[in-house]
């Protein structure tokens, strides 16, 4: 499974960072049971998935309470990178169950804004369809699963923008800042996805663009050095960020802020 999901494309390197060092102890702790490659072509995604089903039902053959076990290991307590494995189990299970669940599950429990997005993508990896309703914070959100994106590439071009931009201001004198800025740009378009604030991302126009870079490079800035006022207005500088602008940067770096808060253990819920 996690040789399979390391060959995925458009998964987070955070998580295919862990996936990778469970991966190396699994190997080191059980040399014997590891299973030969698989030779495969990355890019004969419809053959690897009719791998992947086979797997999974010679384990649901052999443990009726399979589905049940693996909906119940992810419907229970915070995301982490196991339960992401079982999500993505979940998309190769033929089960009327799981999509019921999956929906009831967003609707009526107080999941992170990741957690949500990382449900909606195994249910449109599932093929399921219609609207979805449910809480982030104290706003309702209604969306298509259809639409919902599986990568980030997916995205639209004036989210896919915004790293660009920060690449372009940081890649020769801090290209850390680019990398760690490009990770935390693509949690935030999946948090924040469905919501007003995402509509206020999706304005394609230079000056929002713009607005939503510079909010982005000054949020890595404070996580990596602290932050200061000279630093700050060398960032607002070099994006165009003039007076009139101000107050709008303001606000979409408050939701950085808030989002990265609430990432960290112990930041917020």
Not at 184 to 213: C, K, N
Request: with cysteine; proline share 4%; glycine share 4%.
């Amino acid at each position: 499974m996690l040789e399979f999901l390391l060959r995925c494309q458009g998964e987070s390197e955070r998580y295919k960072d862990e996936w990778t060092a469970l991966l190396e102890w699994m190997r080191a702790e059980f040399p014997d049971a590891a299973a030969p490659p698989v030779e495969s072509d990355e890019e004969d995604e419809a053959g690897e998935a009719e791998l992947m089903k086979r797997h999974i039902q010679e384990k649901i053959e052999r443990d009726s309470d399979y589905v049940a076990k693996t909906l119940e290991s992810v419907t229970s307590g915070p995301l982490t990178a196991q339960k992401l494995l079982a999500l993505e189990q979940l998309t190769y299970f033929d089960h009327p169950q799981i999509d019921d669940t999956l929906k009831r599950w967003l609707k009526t429990e107080k999941l992170h804004p990741l957690q949500q997005f990382h449900i909606l993508q195994t249910l449109k990896k599932r093929r399921a369809s219609g609207v979805v309703e449910f809480h982030r914070g104290e706003e309702l959100v209604k969306l298509e699963i259809e639409a919902v994106p599986v990568r980030f590439e997916e995205f639209p071009p004036s989210i896919l923008t915004v790293p660009e931009r920060v690449r372009l201001q940081t890649e020769i004198n801090d290209p850390t800042v680019s990398l760690l800025a490009e990770e935390l740009w693509e949690q935030f378009a999946m948090g924040a996805y469905g919501t007003a604030v995402y509509e206020t991302m999706l304005d394609d126009d230079d000056r929002s663009i713009d607005i939503w870079a510079a909010a982005l490079h000054q949020a890595m800035n404070d996580s990596l050095s602290g932050g200061d006022r000279s630093e700050r207005e060398a960032v607002l500088e070099a994006y165009g960020i003039t007076d009139e602008l101000r107050f709008r940067f303001e606000q979409a770096y408050r939701h950085m802020h808030d989002f990265m808060k609430s990432t960290t253990p112990g930041g917020g819920d």
